[in-house]
Every structure is written in structure tokens, then in C-alpha cells.
């Protein structure tokens, strides 16, 4: 009975009713489309959708656990998308690709971290710089246009080009998972383990559940700080790589496409906006109620100002859910 409880407790349920509200929303999905949200190919295209807001979605979670807020994770998925794509043109080998556009990401959350413990000003004012930094790097490095890559060139990097095509059936004419998502779960779990099962995890948690007695208690929260917003600027990088190989061009504005939605997923999934609270692995299901609703609105046509009222309406709706006066 006590591992019960124990695994009860770090599943947190309260944000366990986040299932209920996703199992409501297919529901609603598969009445208003008449069933065309469950066509094979559509839900291949939802896994898809929910890939790049998954990735930036689980490096908000990590920041907003320790109390703070990202807003730069959207600049910096542009800027690193924009990155690939000059390397590529560039004809930079595969791993310095990579290793070079996770470092920028990681670089944006370090320079986040760094001002805020030596400033102490709030996150959101910081990030929201750094993202208009992140925009602005992002069109000096693509001379303020989109970044097409040549076909040629395209052909030496068949993982990047490829990576958003490739499937895996998991039943046959029913369910086909992009391999992108799967990694995406990867990570997931990876950052799932790191939260609940190592030290320095665990401290992200006590951050934001009190930082003053972090603090008094002999953790280094200047440490655990950096280290949560490092670890959202590598997922923005992530994020960033496959919003190249879904588009096969450098955007400028292409983080601008996730708006809120990283924040709006990561408290559908029952993370607290004061931090402290929450769990990792719901924000899958914050992604997918986000995606979900997205892919529906398209499928029924609806106008583009309705859709933006309807996706404004869900935000404010899961910030008051997790407003404290709640608790």
C-alpha cells in the first residue's frame, strides 16, 4: 500500500483530470469532424503537430516547475530553426549541425539564467526580452528572409529531411506514429526520470515550491535555475531542428506559430504556474488537448478569427485553472 500511495503521490493526481478533459475532447473531435479525426492519416498528422509544441512545451514545464516562465522559447525555436537551415546551405557536416543549434538554444537559457540571478528581475520580463532578441537574431542570420535550402544540398542530410516522414504502424490501417513523436517521448521520459529520480531534479521542484527555504536549506538555487532554463533552451533547439524538417526552410517567424500554446499545454497537463507542482508526462496530454482542437477547427473550416477567439478563450482557461486562489 505505501509504493501505492508513493506512486499516486508523483503522479499528482489532481492533474490527473487532465485525462478526462482529453477523453472529452476526442469525443467532441470524433462528433464534430463525423469521424474523419480518426482517419488514419489525420491522427499521423496530429502526432506530427503536437512534435514541435511537445519539445517546447516540455522545456516551459521544467522553468515554470522551478516558479519562473520561458517566453523566449518561442524566439529561440525560430532562431535555431533559421540556424539549421544557413548550416545546411553551408554544407556543415550532420553532428556539428546539430551540436552547434543545441548549443544556441542552451546559450539563450544560460544568458536567461545568468540575468536573473544576478538581477533578480521577474522571468517574464527577461524572457520576453530575450525572445524579441531571439527574432531579431534570427532575421540578421537569415538576412530577414526564409532560408531555402537547395535541393542538392538537401539530399546529403536525408536523416533532418526524412526524420518528419518516417513512420512506424503500431496497428495496421488504424494507427501510424511518426518516428519524430516517438523521440519526442524519449525525451519525455528522460526528463521524467531526471525530475523524480535524481537530486538536482528534485531541488527544480523545491525551487518552486519555496525558494526561500531552498535557500536556508544549503541548495545552490542559482544552480538549479541555470540548469532548468539551460535544459529549455536545448528542448527549444529541438523544437527548432524538426520545425526545420516538417517546413525543409529556415522561417525567421516560425516559433511565432507556438504563441502561447507551449504555456497553455504545460498547464492543461496540471503544472502549476506558481511552480513546484506538477509532472512532466502530463504535459503530453496538455500538447495533445492543444493539437487536438487545432486539428479539428481545421478540419470543419473554421474562419481564422474564430480559431484564434477559440484558442485565446482555452488559454485564459487553463491559466485560471491553475490560478492559486484555486488551491
Not at 144 to 172: A, C, H, W
Not at 228 to 250: E, H, K, N, Q, T
Amino acid at each position: 500500500m505505501k509504493r501505492i500511495r508513493e506512486f499516486v503521490n508523483k503522479l499528482n493526481i489532481p492533474a490527473s483530470g487532465s485525462l478526462i478533459g482529453l477523453g472529452i475532447v476526442i469525443i467532441i473531435a470524433y462528433i464534430v469532424t463525423q469521424g474523419q479525426f480518426f482517419v488514419t492519416q489525420n491522427l499521423t498528422n496530429v502526432f506530427r503537430q503536437v512534435t514541435i509544441l511537445g519539445f517546447a512545451s516540455l522545456g516551459m514545464c521544467i522553468v515554470i516547475l522551478t516558479g519562473n516562465i520561458d517566453l523566449s522559447i518561442i524566439g529561440n525555436v525560430s532562431m535555431t530553426t533559421v540556424i539549421t537551415a544557413v548550416l545546411m546551405q553551408k554544407g556543415v557536416s550532420l553532428p556539428v549541425i546539430i551540436i552547434t543549434v543545441a548549443f544556441s538554444g542552451m546559450i539563450v537559457g544560460l544568458v536567461n539564467g545568468l540575468i536573473l540571478n544576478f538581477w533578480k528581475i521577474e522571468s517574464f520580463v527577461v524572457t520576453m526580452g530575450m525572445q524579441v532578441v531571439c527574432f531579431g537574431m534570427a532575421m540578421l542570420i537569415s538576412d530577414s528572409r526564409t532560408v531555402v535550402v537547395d535541393g542538392n544540398r538537401l539530399l546529403e542530410y536525408p536523416f533532418i529531411t526524412g526524420i518528419s516522414q518516417m513512420k512506424l504502424t503500431v496497428i495496421p490501417g488504424v494507427l501510424v506514429v511518426p518516428v519524430m513523436f516517438l523521440i519526442l517521448l524519449a525525451f519525455y521520459f528522460a526528463m521524467y526520470i531526471f525530475t523524480t529520480r535524481t537530486r538536482l531534479g528534485r531541488y527544480i521542484f523545491a525551487l518552486g515550491g519555496n525558494e526561500e527555504v531552498c535557500f536556508i536549506s544549503g541548495i545552490n538555487v542559482s544552480t538549479v535555475r541555470i540548469v532548468a532554463f539551460v535544459l529549455s533552451g536545448l528542448m527549444a533547439s529541438m523544437a527548432g531542428i524538426f520545425m526545420f524538417s516538417r517546413s525543409i526552410a529556415g522561417d525567421p517567424t516560425a516559433g511565432s506559430a507556438l504563441g502561447m500554446y507551449v504555456v497553455a499545454a504545460v498547464v492543461v497537463g496540471g503544472t502549476k504556474m506558481s511552480g513546484g507542482r506538477g509532472n512532466v508526462l502530463f504535459t503530453i496530454i496538455g500538447i495533445f488537448v492543444i493539437g487536438i482542437i487545432n486539428n479539428v477547427l481545421n478540419l470543419i473550416g473554421a474562419p481564422y478569427q474564430y480559431q484564434q477567439i477559440i484558442q485565446g478563450i482555452i488559454i485564459i482557461s487553463a491559466v485560471i485553472i491553475s490560478s492559486p486562489k484555486r488551491r
